[in-house]
Structure formats: structure tokens, C-alpha cells
């Protein structure tokens, strides 16, 4: 039951619930799936480190899948096994190096399509990197995993601060 004084109608406030949960689901997350309440010591020292060590971990896994799937948050439960867990054979032959992959999850086909979306980008990226600083670079590769938060914006650098005087 939901009892309200607010003005707004009911979809309305259940999307604001949801976007609440939704800015709560990624501590969950940390806690359950990635250990970050799993470890205790009593060196402080270490235990920030371990910290630090997971939240940089969830982030650049938090950024591969949202260059995988942009429009979409995946929790690491799902997204792990779905984007880690396929066996892979590496083939040579004829002077040519092969890595065949055999995905036994039901959605293989979507996970080839991403993950060659996801090739095909960072060569283009790396082809043009020439002529790109390395925060021009970030910010193509956070414009395309954030498309949902820019609207199809682009990021650009910040521009630097001028030097005390």
C-alpha cells in the first residue's frame, strides 16, 4: 500500500521509488557480490587498501558493461557469469591465431554481437588515438558506456586550470 499528499500521480512516485532503489542497488551489490564486507583485519592499512582494490574493480567492470549493454544497469550476479564464464580454445594454423570461444549460455548470440561492438570500437578508437590526448580518449569511451545518462551527448576534457601565479 501506498499512502502519498503528493501532488505527482502514482507512476510518477513509483518511478521516483525506483530510481531510489536504483541508486541503492550498486552498495548492495558491493557488499553481496564483490566482498567489499568479506574481509576483516585488524591493520587498517590493509583493509583500506582491500577496500579501494574492490571499488576499482566494480568500477571497471561497472564501465565494460555498460559498453556492453548502455541502456541497461546489470548487476554483477548476472553480468559475471554472462560475460566471464566461456570456455575458450586457442587454434594456430597457417601462420593465423584463432581463439574460439564456446558460450554455453542461452544468450551466446547476444554476448558475440557485444563483445564484437565492444572489438570493433576500441579499433576505431585505437586508430584514431593518434591524434587524441588520453582525456579525449576517456571521455569517447565514457560517452559511449553513459549514452543513457548523456542523451547522446559527448564528453569533452575539462579544460585545465590556469597555473598559480
Not at 521509488?17 to 553481496?32: G, I, M, Q, S, T
Not at 574481509?39 to 568500477?59: P, V
Not at 565514457?142 to 590556469?162: F, I
Amino acid at each position: 500500500m501506498l499512502i502519498t499528499s503528493l501532488p505527482q500521480e502514482i507512476l510518477t512516485v513509483a518511478q521516483w521509488y525506483r530510481d531510489r532503489a536504483d541508486a541503492e542497488n550498486p552498495f548492495d551489490e558491493l557488499k553481496n557480490h564483490w566482498g567489499w564486507g568479506g574481509f576483516t583485519t585488524r591493520d587498517l592499512k590493509r583493509c583500506r587498501f582491500m577496500a579501494r582494490i574492490t571499488a576499482l574493480t566494480y568500477n571497471w567492470w561497472s564501465l565494460f558493461v555498460r559498453l556492453a549493454n548502455p541502456h541497461q544497469h546489470t548487476e554483477a550476479i548476472t553480468s559475471r557469469p554472462l560475460l566471464l564464464q566461456a570456455p575458450a580454445r586457442v587454434t594456430r594454423h597457417a601462420g593465423q591465431t584463432r581463439l574460439i570461444i564456446s558460450h554455453p549460455h542461452a544468450q551466446a548470440a547476444w554476448v558475440e554481437q557485444v563483445c564484437r561492438e565492444i572489438a570493433a570500437f576500441f579499433k576505431t578508437l585505437r586508430q584514431t588515438a593518434e591524434q587524441l590526448t588520453f582525456r579525449q580518449c576517456w571521455c569517447r569511451i565514457l560517452s559511449r558506456a553513459l549514452v543513457k545518462y548523456l542523451r547522446g551527448r559527448e564528453l569533452q576534457p575539462p579544460t585545465p586550470l590556469p597555473a598559480p601565479a
